[in-house]
Each structure stands twice: as structure tokens, then as C-alpha cells.
């Protein structure tokens, strides 16, 4: 189906354990972006990308790996999983930077470290 | 930096009101543009209006219409004639504008709005 999905929906994991949230979107969009919502903070941008191989840190990068070898994946890594990093995380994408460009959100993934 | 701050935490209405929700925004950007996002209980973020700074008219969608105070840096999101789906989370956000300045494209939201509309 045509969109941005992000699997798995839900994830239990282990503190230490290395985690990856994927995030798929099937537009052909050139940016897109990570987010983690948590009570209180809104969401809040985690890293993005302007296109395949080109990445930058958002606003809450510590903790986090990501990678753009191909267009429509933007896999996001957590290297040894906190407690802290129990979150919803999103995932978004859009054609054209700034505010010329809707961005389209993912369904989320919630993750919790125990 | 940009912040945007939602300062009613939670709101409810009854059904077929209008209700207001409150949005003000700091930033030293001249041309910028600014969002409401909803999302239900379902979790998905949803756009619900756009305003682009440059315009003084203030955006419509149906039901949903934005006052748009640039000098005062408020946004507020005006929804006629509440109807039940319209039980959602609602999120401000803004974006600088940018062409191809790679590093401009974040999106910061506010803290959210908790919207309950009673039957």
C-alpha cells in the first residue's frame, strides 16, 4: 500500500539491548524525520534527512543512529536502550523542505525499555 | 530558537460549539509557517490547517479557520460546529520557511491541547 509505515507498531526491550524502529515510505518524498512524543514535550525532532546518505541531528539526538543508504528507508537505531527512551516515536516525510512541504506522518512505534 | 507554547493543557465543549484553541510562538524569522495538527485517539498526526506568514488572510478548512496575529506571534484554531471526531489531541507547530537552506526544516510543536467534545 502507498504511504509511511513504521514497524513494529510496538516493541519491549531490555535495558543495553540495541533496538531498531523501521520507517518506510513509498512517495519517493526526499526528506524525512524522526520525532518521539512523551508527555508533556510534544514531539520533538530526533534526526532527519535531506536525502539518501544525508543526515543531521535534531533537537534530542543522543542516543540515537540513523541511516539513508536508500530513498524510502530511514531505519532508526538505538545503539544500548534507556529506560529514557520509552517514548512513542514517529516518523514523517515530505517532498520539499521548510513549510512548503506537508509533512506525512507514520502511525507510530511505542517503545518501552524495561 | 523557535518555541511554541500551548497554554490550555486540556479543554472540552459541547457537541456543535465552537471552541478556541490557543497557540503563541517566539522566533526572531520573518517568513515562516505555522500548523495545526490533530490526532485522535488512534495516534495518528493529522494536518489540519496551514498558515504561511506572509499572508495576511487567515486560512480556512470547513470547519476549522485559523486568527493569525503576526505582530503578537499567536495562532489560534477555531473549530465551528464541534463534532464528535473532532476528540483529539491538537498540536501547534512552526517551521521556518526555507528554500534550500538544509538545517531550516524542523518542525518544533507546542506542548499540545487535549480536546474533549461532549455529546
Known sequence: ?????????????????????????????????WYRQDLGHGLRLIYYSAAAD?????????GYVVSRSKTENFPLTLE?????????????SSERSGGAGEQYFGPGTRLTVT | AQTVTQSQ????????????????YDTSESNYYLFWYKQPPSRQMILVIRQEAYKQQNATENRFSVN?????????????????????MYFCAFI????????????????????????
Not at chain 2, 493543557?9 to 497557540?23: F, G, K
Open chain 2, 96 to 119: 521556518p520557511y526555507s528554500i534550500s537552506n538544509f538545517g531550516n526544516e524542523k518542525l518544533t510543536f507546542g506542548t499540545g491541547t487535549r480536546l474533549t467534545i461532549i455529546p
Open chain 2, 68 to 88: 493569525f496575529q503576526k505582530a503578537a506571534k499567536s495562532f489560534s484554531l477555531k473549530i465551528s460546529d464541534s463534532q464528535l471526531g473532532d476528540t483529539a
Open chain 1, 54 to 62: 544525508i543526515t543531521d541531528k535534531g533537537e534530542v539526538p543522543d
Open chain 2, 9 to 24: 493543557p486540556e479543554m472540552s465543549v459541547q457537541e456543535a460549539e465552537t471552541v478556541t484553541l490557543s497557540c503563541t
Open chain 1, 80 to 92: 544500548s536502550a534507556t529506560r529514557s527512551q520509552t517514548s512513542v516515536y514517529f516518523c514523517a
Open chain 1, 1 to 33: 500500500d502507498a504511504g509511511i509505515t513504521q514497524s513494529p507498531r510496538y516493541k519491549i526491550t531490555e535495558t543495553g539491548r540495541q533496538v531498531t524502529l523501521m520507517c518506510h515510505q513509498t512517495w519517493s518524498h526526499s526528506y524525512m524525520f
